[in-house]
């Protein structure tokens, strides 16, 4: 039962299926990979024939020939998900580019998610009455704690605010891991 539950949770927390869509100028991290289109007659210019050059802040990433995609556009994969700038050149002399920055309310939806969890391993720690829920609610809430010390919560400058909202996560944390070992160590005796 308990090894089912956990499963469950694993599964949860990885994403399984992701779309190849169309790069647009300014792209999310969480938005790659993306393709890279190119309009061209191919009847004219063959897309094998197309390369296609990946640079950023001038070192040159990767190169690729571009394969078809229908009568009329070439297209080329993009994987890059680094914050930065992206410029690619074209075998034809066009050029483009694409921003990667990071979404800001992605720390958040991570927040949400990891409180989420934190609060079924309670649930399911109770409902079992067994102190291995919890000493993972621990660490999650003490990985949660250094995180927000680490990185801050989203547009939080403040130095004080920062150590202020990650320290009772340490605390919470380390009571939820010790608590368990204490109640089996007084068990073992």
């Known amino acids: 039962m308990k090894k089912t539950i956990l499963l469950i949770l694993i ?28 309009p061209v007659n191919t009847t004219v210019i063959p897309c094998n024939t197309i390369g296609l050059s990946v640079y950023n802040n001038a070192t040159l990433l990767h ?34 580019s694409i921003d990667v920055v990071e979404d800001e309310n992605q720390q958040y939806y991570l927040y949400v998610v990891a409180l989420i969890i934190f609060f079924i391993l309670l649930l399911i720690d109770y409902k079992l009455e067994d102190g291995w829920f919890t000493m993972i609610a621990g660490i999650l809430a003490m990985i949660i704690g250094i995180n927000l ?11 004080f605010l920062r150590v202020g909202i ?10 939820l891991i010790l608590v368990p070992v204490m109640k089996w160590f007084e068990d073992w005796k």
């Not at 994403?15 to 938005?31: Q, R, S, T, W, Y």
């Not at 010390?149 to 130095?159: D, K, M």
């Not at 996560?169 to 380390?174: L, N, P």
Request: a negative charge; hydrophobic letters at 40%.
């Open 166 to 175: 990650a320290l009772p996560f340490w605390g919470v944390g380390a009571y």
């Open 63 to 96: 190169t690729e020939t571009m394969d078809e995609l229908n009568k009329f556009n070439c297209n080329g994969t993009f994987n890059y998900t680094g914050v930065g700038t992206y410029t690619f050149l074209f075998g034809t002399g066009d050029s483009g």
């Open 11 to 38: 599964i949860l927390m990885f994403p399984i299926v992701m779309a190849l869509e169309n790069c647009k100028g300014i792209m999310f991290a969480n938005d790659i990979p993306c393709s890279i289109f190119l």
């Open 149 to 159: 010390y680490i990185s801050g919560f989203p547009n939080l400058v403040n130095n």
